[in-house]
């Protein structure tokens, strides 16, 4: 696996903890190792990531993204655009491609390393996309990591996986597909 963002540098002891399959890279590097990629930066980055590394990203069998356009860091121009656009997961298409699942966007990255294989029922990840392949691809992954994939959507519901709607925080699969059926 590799690790990136524009100064890799500041990655090496996150890296160094993880163990010999974990790798820093720039992201160039990062973005045409693998065949799956995970993005999670702030939203005012993703037009220039589209611009620079769309056409590769494309290609990629699934890119995950857990941005989210937020008004008090990101602007309200940008969330703007995003809601003409169709929300946040047919926004981000536009610039990472057909491939795009939504998913772990609004579970707190603190809680992560305690959710994941979770005892008793595990916490649900809702996730979104439109590729049917990008989707088991996905669903495979939040599995292996600990956590129940649960499929809402094409991109178009892409738009609740944020936070602050009721699919915020975390959920059992059972919670997640009772509450995804009041949202269109
Ligand atoms: N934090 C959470 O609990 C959480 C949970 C779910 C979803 N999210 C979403 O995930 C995204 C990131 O959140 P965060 O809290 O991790 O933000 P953050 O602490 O600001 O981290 C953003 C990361 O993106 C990198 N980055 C910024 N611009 C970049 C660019 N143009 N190209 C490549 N890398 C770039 C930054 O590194 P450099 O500055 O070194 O490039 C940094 O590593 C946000 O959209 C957020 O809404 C966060």
Same mark, same amino acid.
């Given at each position: 696996? *590799?690790?990136?963002?524009? =100064?890799?540098?500041?990655?090496?002891?996150?890296?160094?903890?993880?163990?010999?399959?974990?790798?820093?890279?720039?992201?160039? /590097?990062? $973005?045409?190792?693998?065949?799956? $990629? *995970? /993005?999670?930066?702030?939203?005012?980055? *993703?037009?220039?990531?589209?611009? @620079?590394?769309?056409?590769?990203?494309?290609?990629?069998?699934?890119?995950?993204?857990?941005?989210?356009?937020?008004?008090?860091?990101?602007?309200?121009?940008?969330?703007?655009?995003?809601?003409? =656009?169709?929300?946040?997961?047919?926004?981000?298409?536009?610039?990472?491609?057909?491939?795009? $699942?939504?998913?772990?966007?609004?579970?707190?990255?603190?809680?992560?390393?305690?959710?994941? =294989?979770?005892?008793?029922?595990?916490?649900?990840?809702?996730?979104?996309?439109? @590729?049917? =392949?990008? *989707?088991?691809?996905?669903?495979?992954?939040?599995? /292996?990591?600990?956590?129940?994939?649960?499929?809402?959507?094409?991109?178009?519901?892409?738009?609740?996986?944020?936070?602050?709607?009721?699919?915020?925080?975390?959920?059992?699969? @059972?919670?997640?597909?009772?509450?995804?059926?009041?949202?269109?």
């Amino acid at each position: 696996m *590799m690790f990136s963002s524009r =100064h890799p540098d500041t990655l090496k002891g996150l890296v160094d903890e993880l163990g010999p399959l974990a790798r820093v890279g720039t992201v160039a /590097e990062a $973005v045409e190792f693998g065949d799956v $990629v *995970m /993005e999670a930066v702030p939203y005012t980055a *993703m037009e220039q990531i589209g611009r @620079d590394y769309g056409n590769t990203l494309a290609k990629k069998v699934l890119v995950i993204d857990v941005s989210n356009p937020i008004a008090r860091r990101d602007g309200a121009g940008i969330v703007k655009w995003v809601d003409e =656009h169709g929300g946040a997961g047919l926004a981000t298409a536009k610039f990472l491609g057909a491939h795009t $699942v939504r998913a772990f966007n609004a579970i707190g990255s603190a809680k992560l390393s305690t959710d994941a =294989h979770r005892q008793g029922e595990l916490v649900g990840v809702p996730i979104a996309g439109d @590729d049917a =392949h990008a *989707m088991d691809i996905a669903s495979s992954l939040i599995r /292996e990591m600990g956590f129940k994939p649960v499929v809402i959507g094409g991109l178009a519901m892409g738009k609740y996986l944020v936070p602050g709607t009721p699919l915020g925080g975390e959920h059992t699969a @059972d919670e997640i597909r009772q509450i995804a059926t009041n949202l269109h």
